[in-house]
């Protein structure tokens, strides 16, 4: 029982999983704990009762207008021809605007009004009415008037609003607070050294982010390791310190997650098992009444269920409406396939390109972090839903403002650090510039181009027969518009190794003659079509090539596994095999250019990424990277 | 010169004083200063610099499913027919999602499809493939990739995803500062005594909450009298210890608002006087390179001035494109007249009427914080338009999520403080249900009824000719849809009046009798029909009522105008004369009820909106106030 592996999940569907959750959770206990803040302080606290005016604002009758403060009664018969005169202290008093209308005062004449004779006396050509020009007691707020009611988010309007109305405290409710609990023996705390096969804990660090950010108090907790025990112990103990408790970790059914048995025992597992992808293994929990939530450690997956079920119990706890993201309209840029078993959850990529808004789909991986820092939002495929069509109009709901995304240079094709250093440059040299690359080789930018995903697409592509490199391609493949190249830098290719060489690798024959491990690209990858026009060149089958199937979609992704030891060798740049302290056998220069369709030449980013490629700063920089040549940059090629 | 009344305000449109204020401002030096915080602190903070990955995530190979980790090579060949065994600790090792594959073992075959033999051997019908449902190292983050450019805002899943790149500290920017100083000799700190004829100084206070909540340092001054010297050396002070200053009040024209002669002469005013309303008299200045911003002192102009001004410069400084409003369509419920002479902000009322949501404007007074406070969001006027015709459609940024417009019971009519009551209720029983009433007196809520821009009208006005209420009204003005009245409370009229009563008033014909001052309601209040009625049996010339002409929108401000002294004697309910300590010389019971059209019954708003006032703790609360009756509450009436 405490190891079982075969625990059944749900697959219950999210709507309903969130309603039958939200109806079996009483916060009522929590919502009698309030405090008493200062008004000053309040910004974003929950009020816990009515607020009413204790005085009026203004509190006086006060000058509206900067003029003279007069008597009614005396200024009547007043006209152009028979002006009256008034007496200073006596009939009249200067006044600015917000001063005080005392007694016998009942109007104000405004200083444009009056022609003042000397420094005792003025001339006023037609009668004051009363009152005018005061604002009267309570104007603005009266006394014992309603400002905001129990159960309102405080703004900070609404503070001006409730000190004019005196009110300097407000009883709001205390925060919820979620204890955030990570679990799992191969995860380590974030204070603490990375060894070996261990995970450092970073999700409950997003989770508490998350938590501050709806507006709750996080309370994060030190790693548990998998002992079932022990997670049981400091369950009970989170669920005595906190309202609700996160447990990350643990929900799926290996033999090591124990988190669902342990809550069986303790407490009520409503729920394990959701229709979702990502997210499917999370468990709803109750525990003393509180609810007690397990959530997956993939963390795409982490995202998800925090959003699908700890978000709404913040908002719920805190009376206000969730907050839905905004939706906009968006053209699928492919095919997309999913289940009828789960609702998915794709993170988008969008790009504004001629006046239409392109949704391509980023990496679907659990593990992948970066899909959801790289998103411009997400596509929601129902569960009973196959799928879309490539060409679709679907919802995107945005993770950023449009704005943005309208701002946003959209890059897709082949990766090289230069396209980091011209992101960063564009970030320091305009707050409203941006650059979202995604990386899927030369060919994959070719046929995002087509399809019109992108704004640039960065590429090296050596055609066989002639030797040179893009132009052939480009004009081979795309046939739909007139299209540009901006010649961008020029950079060394050859084969990564193992610090010192141990194999002594010349070339790829080398590789292939010693057995060696090689670690390939993708398909569609400039530096794949480099290796297969070598491996023609040799006149040898793939097959010999041992872990030519094995496939990574970046260079700096191939260093990594040449320097975890799990291949020998591998084609890349300079910089990556620099970057992962492998040595480098060079092999060939290439151009690694941008292609660009000819209309967007005159497109304002465009023209500001054209000025920062051809600035010193940039090729200063680039140069000092080693491996790059920066003779031709900028250069426009018509095609 | 220090006194000179007469300042020249420019006129200049906001856009231009925008750019014109922008281009001048150097943010360059702040930008210097950087702090290295923890990556776990660092929600919401912005990069000074790129941040690469400083390890791969995953920095190891692990296995991506549950189950046993093999060695490919001794899995070639295993079929259904011919399965291979394999043998614990030699051939496999039992492995749980995210667990390290080590030497030798290089791929991963489910736990679902092994057959275990016994506790030291399994039997596998597949051969695995080199790698397979492995994660890679890196598969998530590649050592030296960048993870989020300079100039970022840092979002929850930044934070997730720096950690899994093993970055524990990032270098963002320190946080702005920007100096808050309230100015006028009138204005009295927040934390001191109210005295008379003083106004509490609010605006720094909401300023300070703006501030905060667009991510920068908010540091509060107190107040500074009105002192040319003092002003000076406070504001040369102030620019030392921040990057930007705002001083409020006193940018004004008047004969003490000495801000702009101190800004001309310690700095440069680049603006003074923009041509929106309200907002005219903002000053833009530099000071020793500073921004200092001078923003007028009524609340709503303050807010304004804070959002041209302020909000775009603390954007601009973070690098981040300034947060646009969400904008909808609506159609105006009645004409707008606007200058010429300026752009015009309008706060605005919405509501879901029939599907159509229906834009009416609230108080345009610069004074009344209140219409911030009950606003859904703001119509611009632009200077070139005069304004808009009833039935427009225009466009309205929205200070409210749509969900939160389309979840509340739009009521506009008559006020009574059981409505107060009845919108805190539906905060307590409900999430998602809002109230919003406007307070336009009893003929303005058929009015407003007539033209649909309200779900429920409360209103008691009296037919003199059969002396019952509301019915008739109704019927006469109201032909376009069926309506119903939903029976609400009785309540007392009577004559509000000094404590002890001074002048003995018995009734109305007393007040005309002793000459006394009487304040009146708004035309179409239903009290002011009541009044009118009275003194038509009374026979007398409403000229003869003193004050009759003075009109007051509220009871409250009917009770404070009498509290304050500035009038003897109003027409109003027994509960506004006790909230403001007056006494109450009662004239008759009438019945507040609430009108409503007949298809609204079966709306779920209302339908728990008669829940609620049917529910005995509503009705308990409105018996407790005094003078209210709740025999018929919930009865329906259609008409």
Redesign the interface.
Known sequence: MKDS?NVYLTNIPLKEAQEQYLEVIDFSTVYGERERIL??DA?NRITAK?V?AK????????A?M?GVAVITGKTHGATEINPIRLKKGVDYE?I?????I??PF?AVIM?EDIVEIDAETVEIMEPAK??QHV??????????????????QI??????????G?I?EVEVYRHLRVGILPT?S?IID??DE?Q??K?????S??????V??YNALPVRYPVVKDDYDLIKETILKLTEENDMVIIN?GS??????YTVNVLREIGEVVIHGIATKPGKPAILALVKGKPVIGIP?Y?VS??FVFDFFVKPLI??YN???T??L?VVKATLSKRIVSSLKHEEFIRIKLGKVKEKLIATPLDR?A????S??RADGVLVVPQQCEGYDGGSEVDIQLYK?M??IQ?TIVSIGSHD?VM?LL??KM??HY??LY?SSAHVGSLGGIMAMKKQECHIAPIHLLDAKTGSYNEAYVRQYIKEAPMAIIKFIRRSQGLMVQKGNPHSIKGIEDVISKKLQYVNRQRGAGTRILLDYYIEQLQVDTEELM?Y??E?T?H??V???I??G?ADCGLGILS?AE??GLDFVPVAWEDYDLLIPQEMLKDTKIERLLEIIKGQDFITTVEGFGGYDTNRIGEIILL
Chains 1, 2 share one sequence.
Request: no cysteine.
């Open positions: 592996r008004t000053v910004l009515p009413f005085k009026s604002s203004p509190s006086y009758n006060a509206a900067d200067y600015n605007t917000g001063g005080h005392k007694d009942d200083i009363n009152w604002r009267p007691v309570g104007e603005d707020i009266v006394e014992g008037e309603l400002i905001i009611s129990a159960n309102h703004r900070p309007f609404d503070i001006g609003a409730l000190l004019a005196q300097r799992g191969e974030v204070s990375l070996e096969g995970i450092i804990e970073s999700n660090s997003m989770f508490a982010a998350l501050q950010q970790a799926s059914a290996g033999s090591k997650d450690g963390p982490a995202y908002f719920s009376h206000q409406l907050i839905q905004p991986g593990g992948v972090t970066m959801l820092v403002p704005e943005e701002n650090m980091d992101g960063d970030r320091l707050n409203d650059l872990g199937e094995r990574m970046t700096m992704s260093a990594a596994a320097a975890s799990t990556a970057a992962m």
